[in-house]
């Protein structure tokens, strides 16, 4: 039974280490700051720390890459955060929205902060800055109302 142990403990050790040559890339790609959301919609200073605090990463061209993300398996769940994260809203390149879209988004990206939806729970809990307060979410959504009108 020690043996078959052993044995065990030693195969996911070397599963682990194989696992760190599998990496998926963790990219930031370049992007123009006159096509972003801020440049179309100027945040007020609470607005801007609240979507640094808790949108920027996996929201934007702009992630920070923690130490874990070098980590396999745990970089491969990340990365996939972040890829999703994007594909649904990339502040960076906010431009290529159309008008009606770029309005929706903003509307849901207040409603997700109200319902508590935004940001992931796995993210704030690594990541506690970035739990939103009633006062970041009033902030939040009184902005993305201002922007979702089409009023810069």
């Not at 194989?18 to 790609?29: D, G, H, L, V, Y």
């Not at 990340?78 to 431009?95: C, K, T």
């Not at 959504?141 to 979702?148: I, K």
Request: glycine residues 2%.
């Amino acid at each position: 039974m020690r043996k078959l142990f052993r044995w065990s403990i030693a195969a996911a050790a070397l599963v682990l280490l194989a696992a760190q040559f599998i990496r998926p890339a963790r990219t930031n790609p370049v992007f123009d700051p006159s096509r972003a959301l801020a440049a179309a919609h100027p945040m007020p200073p609470d607005v801007a720390d609240v979507f640094q605090r808790a949108c920027r990463d996996c929201h934007s061209n702009e992630t920070r890459w923690p130490w874990y993300s070098h980590l396999a398996p745990v970089s491969w769940f990340v990365i996939d955060h972040v890829n999703h994260g994007r594909s649904h809203f990339n502040a960076s390149d906010w431009s290529s929205y159309e008008p009606d879209e770029a309005a929706r988004l903003l509307k849901e990206l207040c409603e997700l902060a109200r319902e508590q939806a935004m940001p992931l729970r796995s993210y704030t809990l690594i990541h506690r800055s970035a739990a939103l307060t009633s006062a970041d979410v009033s902030a939040l959504c009184a902005w993305t109302a201002h922007g979702s009108r089409g009023q810069p």
